[in-house]
């Protein structure tokens, strides 16, 4: 059997966010350095600015303050005002710029995915988008002190080991000790901090079972006690108790530092000096410089808790970004009827298909071989959990098959071209989603708009305009009605319904059936309909039974009085 049309050459994406964020970092890297190394550096050159004043006022009195300090003092604080400005301009600018090329990457690797890699990733992407993205976002604007409190640490560093060598190396192995301490118990807090992380994507996963069935729990209110009581209510007290855990921790690591830091400035200012005979201005200077270290470490301290949360939020949004780009992307998006021939028949070809996790359990529809041609209108019935929906996923190709295949016009559909193929189809689900405007039409044709809106008998509720609907908040049978005049208006060559007639009135149910599918039939649209409405099954070409996954015809015709 022929396979169906190849491209010669893969198009690549017209725009990638990745590349485009990878571009944004490499071109800012180098300037974020020299801003923070100017404004680290402004930092430290007033501390020795003042550190030698104080200096000449201990040995010669204020004679020693002349004009030339006053004038140093001036330019020495507008240099910091314009780097810490320039700097937090950059870092803002940086920051927001990060935050929507993110969101935007996000949302570009999901519609470039398939529909069975994306349901099950849809909670993690909604964490990503409300929680890591921020955190990351919120993050990049503490970089400034952050950047700024390590070099000023390291330029200390290097003044005090000039000041007094012993001093220095003491100095020096209690940072270290301190250091290794604060590593060593940062890898505890750290896995609290991954829990945490780990506990937000199930607390988002209840919520979004809140909000998506709150019509269920509404009639049913233990529904939504249990998910509370059971549920979130205990990831609220499993996080409580985890990040309780995880910031204790680094309270630990603060206090043990700070107290590390007195014990040491006591030692040098109540032995060290004297016992090493250092003289006490080299001994005053060397203590002013070392609580400026002390204030610029706890900067650091306090800033970690943020930058260690964001990093395993920035470990997340990669995991989802490789996730997402690791499926086999989605083909070029080709006009199957310009390079196979208008629509004539799709068959369905020994298909299987199996649902085999804890959600969905244990359920196998096929082996299902089927066939409609242009212009037919057939409607498909069977009890609920028959497989009617999954079947019509197949067919629409959201779901792939375990086998067997599926054949436009005697051309084999592979998954290189199974977006092309499923843009042949008008869909309204079951659990549809209305659109505010018509999204995907280029040119609306005012006239049928109008006719449509007149036919389903809604044109005093909604008006178009420029091309948005008017209102949206209308009844479920009264939105279907929108989502059907769009997709008609879409004039795709198949028409797919699922229990679309199930929440219309009896007068317009009987409508549909009997007056508006023949119309479109005579249109052209070919009709697939799931429908248990057994009284217009005579409205259909041909009808089919759906029954423990096995799809079977109906020969004899169902004839009712209407």
Known sequence: MTRCY??????????????????????????????????????????????????????????????????????????FIWTRRVLALAIIRFSQALFWSLRKDIIFLVLKSNYQQLSHRKDLVHTALVRDINMLTNASLNIIQFSTSIIIVVACLVYMATVSGPLFLVSLLVILLGTGLYQFNARSNNAYFKKARALEDRFMFYFNA??????????????????????IAHIAGE????????????????????????LLIGAILLYCGAAWNIAPTDTVSFLFILLYVLSSVETIMVLLPNLLQA??????????QADLLSEKPLGELVDLQQVLGEFETIAVRDITFQYANATQGNFEIGPINFTISRGDVVFIYGGNGSGKTTFVSTLLGLLLPATGGVYYNDFLIDEQHG?????????????????????????????????????????????????????????????????????????????VLDEWAADQ????????????????????????????DDKYYNCADMRYKMEDGKLVQEVEPVFQNL
């Open 6 to 79: 190849q491209a010669e050459d893969e198009v690549p994406f017209n725009y990638s966010p990745l590349i485009a964020m990878s571009q944004l970092k490499f071109s800012t890297l180098i300037r974020f350095i020299f801003l923070s190394f100017l404004s680290g550096g402004t930092s430290f050159l007033f501390l020795t600015f003042v550190n030698r004043v104080i200096g000449q006022l201990m040995t010669q009195g204020y004679a020693a303050i002349t004009q030339t300090y006053t004038l140093l003092f001036l330019l020495i604080v507008v240099l």
């Open 210 to 231: 809140i909000l998506g069935g709150f019509k269920e729990i509404y009639m049913d209110t233990k529904k939504g006690q249990r998910i509370y009581g059971t549920k």
């Open 239 to 262: 996080s409580v108790v985890n990040q309780e855990k995880a910031f204790v921790g680094l309270l630990n690591n603060q206090i043990t530092g700070q107290t590390m830091f007195y």
């Open 311 to 320: 990093k395993i939020s920035s470990d997340r949004i990669a995991k989802l």
């Open 419 to 495: 977006q092309s193929y499923s843009s042949l189809f008008g869909v309204v689900f079951s659990d549809f989603y209305l659109f505010d405007e018509f999204y995907g039409i280029e040119q609306l044709d005012p006239e049928k708009l109008a006719y449509y809106l007149h036919l389903f008998e809604i044109d005093d509720k909604v008006k178009v305009e420029d091309g948005r609907f008017s209102t949206t908040h209308l009844s479920t049978g009264q939105r279907k009605r929108l989502a059907l005049i769009t997709a008609l208006l879409e004039a795709k060559p198949l028409l």
């Open 505 to 532: 009135d009896p007068y317009f149910r009987k409508k549909f059936y009997t007056q508006i599918v023949p119309e479109l039939k005579e249109a052209g649209f070919t009709i697939i309909a799931i429908t248990h």
